[in-house]
């Protein structure tokens, strides 16, 4: 029989074409397929064109192809420069009697990498862009959280100290409370933006997040609709990881509440230990049999300000990847629509570490009174200053202010002080450094340092650490709370 090709100028056609029978070996080979491949007609004629093409699908293409005019694919092959790409335009037709498959080819290499080099390029920019603006709204962030939990230490301590005094009425009372818890709420939105940003001042401590999960349980309860079923399994072991207190229960809080939004019937917490990248990782799983997300919702979950419900500010799962992430582990969330979501939280382990046993309590009563006490108070916000020092006077304290790091370092080296108090970020000298000069001359003397924005944490101010860190906006009963605490563990 006469080759197909004898009734077509297939040589002279100038792209590659080949064509197959329909059982897939080669019945020819034009030059330009010649050269595409770096093959001659002769080595493949006769051969199952999978010799060439490297798709394990090609037999189901073929198969497909009898039933459609043409259709287009990408197949792939190897050459003397490595593996290659082609664009296929794969037909069945009839020839001298019998069906055949021809293919026509255009070498697409070099556009792919360029498609892939553009990909590359635009995912660099936009994580570039992501992260630029991460860092824009930290240093937002920062600067509002300092200027904004400075002005609420005057509206929370004071609100909370004049509702312990005696002599107001109930009604009076109840409005001071409600100040007082608006005030709290707002301190918590700036720390949950703060968290996003990757900012704020972690205090770090080994812990047994599975013992810290059952001591949450009561307050998990009362935080979720009382209609949810909610279900503590704790497996992990005694184990420990690296966090802030504080912040790992902010996690678990937040996970919770969002699952309760979620018109779920019942939430379940469950821990393990697993191995990740190789590491032990103590993991926890907070999952519900709520509504669900679809695939977009999913995309933004973790999106600054981004809530499907209008009465939430959308800061709650943002806050909680910037914790995650901070802590050095990692999080991720399964869901489909009408089938609930699971969040899975990984926190990496100490290996070999022992969570340290709760101080117990020496029974030693808090001095009531500081009655002839010399305390230095720093901070450059004069509602802050005026605020703590109402405060101690009420307890007796003699009290000398100080506006800034050097005013503090200049009463410091003319007075003695049973008591140091100091705000972190000053001007002039940070609390840092009036920390190690008040070390200095004053060896005995206790030291709490305050903040409502400091990206340092523990263990980063050098040699010297303070006696307590208090977090503004505090409470009355917090600021007395550490003061009690730190003249118990130093002595002036």
């Given at each position: 029989m006469p080759p197909i090709t004898s009734h077509v100028v297939f040589e002279r056609i100038p792209v590659p074409a080949l064509l197959l029978e329909a059982s897939g070996e080669v019945i020819a080979l034009n030059p330009a397929a010649e050269r595409m491949f770096e093959k001659l007609a002769t080595l493949v004629v006769g051969r199952p064109v999978g010799e060439l093409l490297l798709d394990n699908d090609l037999a189901r293409i073929l198969d497909s192809s009898r039933l459609r005019s043409e259709q287009v694919h990408e197949l792939q092959f190897e050459t003397s420069q490595g593996r290659r790409t082609a664009e296929f335009v794969i037909s069945a037709i009839e020839a001298e009697g019998r069906a055949v498959f021809q293919l026509f080819a255009i070498d697409i290499t070099a556009r792919k990498a360029a498609e892939a080099a553009a990909r590359t390029r635009a995912d660099a920019e936009e994580k570039s862009s992501a992260k630029e603006r991460l860092e824009s709204l930290g240093l937002i962030a920062g600067g509002v959280a300092h200027d904004f939990n400075n002005l609420l230490v005057g509206v929370l301590?004071?609100?909370?100290?004049?509702?312990?005094?005696?002599?107001?009425?109930?009604?009076?009372?109840?409005?001071?409370?409600?100040?007082?818890?608006?005030?709290?709420?707002?301190?918590?939105?700036?720390?949950?933006?703060?968290?996003?940003?990757?900012?704020?001042?972690?205090?770090?401590?080994?812990?047994?997040?599975?013992?810290?999960?059952?001591?949450?349980?009561?307050?998990?309860?009362?935080?979720?609709?009382?209609?949810?079923?909610?279900?503590?399994?704790?497996?992990?072991?005694?184990?420990?990881v690296d966090a802030d207190p504080g912040l790992l229960?902010?996690?678990?809080?937040?996970?919770?509440?969002?699952?309760?939004?979620?018109?779920?019937?019942?939430?379940?917490?469950?821990?393990?230990?697993?191995?990740?990248?190789?590491?032990?990782?103590?993991?926890?799983?907070?999952?519900?049999?709520?509504?669900?997300?679809?695939?977009?919702?999913?995309?933004?979950?973790?999106?600054p300000f981004f809530s499907t419900s209008p009465e939430r500010h959308g800061l709650g799962l943002s806050a909680v990847h910037g914790i995650v992430r901070r802590l050095g582990g990692d999080i991720e969330v399964d869901s489909t629509p009408g089938r609930g979501a699971r969040f899975t939280v990984r926190l990496p382990i100490v290996a070999g570490a022992q969570a340290p046993r709760p101080r117990q309590d020496s029974g030693?009563?808090?001095?009531?009174?500081?009655?002839?006490?010399?305390?230095?108070?720093?901070?450059?916000?004069?509602?802050?200053?005026?605020?703590?020092?109402?405060?101690?006077?009420?307890?007796?304290?003699?009290?000398?202010?100080?506006?800034?790091?050097?005013?503090?370092?200049?009463?410091l080296r003319d007075q003695a002080f049973g008591l140091v108090i100091l705000d972190v970020v000053m001007p002039g000298r940070s609390g840092y450094d009036v920390l190690a000069i008040a070390r200095h001359l004053l060896p005995r003397c206790p030291i709490i340092l305050m903040s409502g924005y400091s990206d340092r944490s523990r263990g980063e101010g050098g040699d010297e650490e303070p006696d307590a860190f208090l977090e503004k906006p505090f409470t009355a009963a917090v600021l007395d709370a550490a003061i009690d605490d730190v003249m118990l563990k130093r002595p002036p």
């Amino acid at each position: 029989m006469p080759p197909i090709t004898s009734h077509v100028v297939f040589e002279r056609i100038p792209v590659p074409a080949l064509l197959l029978e329909a059982s897939g070996e080669v019945i020819a080979l034009n030059p330009a397929a010649e050269r595409m491949f770096e093959k001659l007609a002769t080595l493949v004629v006769g051969r199952p064109v999978g010799e060439l093409l490297l798709d394990n699908d090609l037999a189901r293409i073929l198969d497909s192809s009898r039933l459609r005019s043409e259709q287009v694919h990408e197949l792939q092959f190897e050459t003397s420069q490595g593996r290659r790409t082609a664009e296929f335009v794969i037909s069945a037709i009839e020839a001298e009697g019998r069906a055949v498959f021809q293919l026509f080819a255009i070498d697409i290499t070099a556009r792919k990498a360029a498609e892939a080099a553009a990909r590359t390029r635009a995912d660099a920019e936009e994580k570039s862009s992501a992260k630029e603006r991460l860092e824009s709204l930290g240093l937002i962030a920062g600067g509002v959280a300092h200027d904004f939990n400075n002005l609420l230490v005057g509206v929370l301590a004071e609100s909370s100290a004049a509702r312990e005094e005696p002599g107001i009425g109930e009604g009076t009372r109840d409005a001071l409370r409600r100040i007082e818890a608006a005030a709290q709420r707002m301190a918590h939105l700036t720390r949950q933006m703060l968290a996003y940003a990757g900012r704020g001042r972690f205090v770090m401590q080994r812990l047994d997040p599975d013992e810290m999960l059952g001591e949450s349980a009561e307050a998990l309860t009362r935080m979720i609709r009382p209609a949810v079923q909610l279900s503590i399994s704790r497996g992990a072991g005694r184990v420990v990881v690296d966090a802030d207190p504080g912040l790992l229960r902010q996690v678990v809080s937040n996970l919770v509440s969002n699952a309760s939004d979620a018109n779920s019937s019942k939430i379940t917490l469950s821990t393990r230990v697993l191995l990740h990248n190789s590491e032990p990782f103590w993991q926890l799983e907070v999952a519900d049999d709520g509504a669900g997300m679809s695939p977009a919702i999913l995309a933004k979950i973790f999106e600054p300000f981004f809530s499907t419900s209008p009465e939430r500010h959308g800061l709650g799962l943002s806050a909680v990847h910037g914790i995650v992430r901070r802590l050095g582990g990692d999080i991720e969330v399964d869901s489909t629509p009408g089938r609930g979501a699971r969040f899975t939280v990984r926190l990496p382990i100490v290996a070999g570490a022992q969570a340290p046993r709760p101080r117990q309590d020496s029974g030693a009563p808090p001095a009531a009174k500081l009655a002839g006490l010399r305390v230095l108070i720093a901070d450059d916000e004069p509602s802050v200053r005026a605020t703590v020092r109402r405060l101690l006077e009420r307890r007796g304290a003699t009290v000398v202010l100080a506006a800034d790091g050097i005013e503090a370092e200049a009463r410091l080296r003319d007075q003695a002080f049973g008591l140091v108090i100091l705000d972190v970020v000053m001007p002039g000298r940070s609390g840092y450094d009036v920390l190690a000069i008040a070390r200095h001359l004053l060896p005995r003397c206790p030291i709490i340092l305050m903040s409502g924005y400091s990206d340092r944490s523990r263990g980063e101010g050098g040699d010297e650490e303070p006696d307590a860190f208090l977090e503004k906006p505090f409470t009355a009963a917090v600021l007395d709370a550490a003061i009690d605490d730190v003249m118990l563990k130093r002595p002036p």
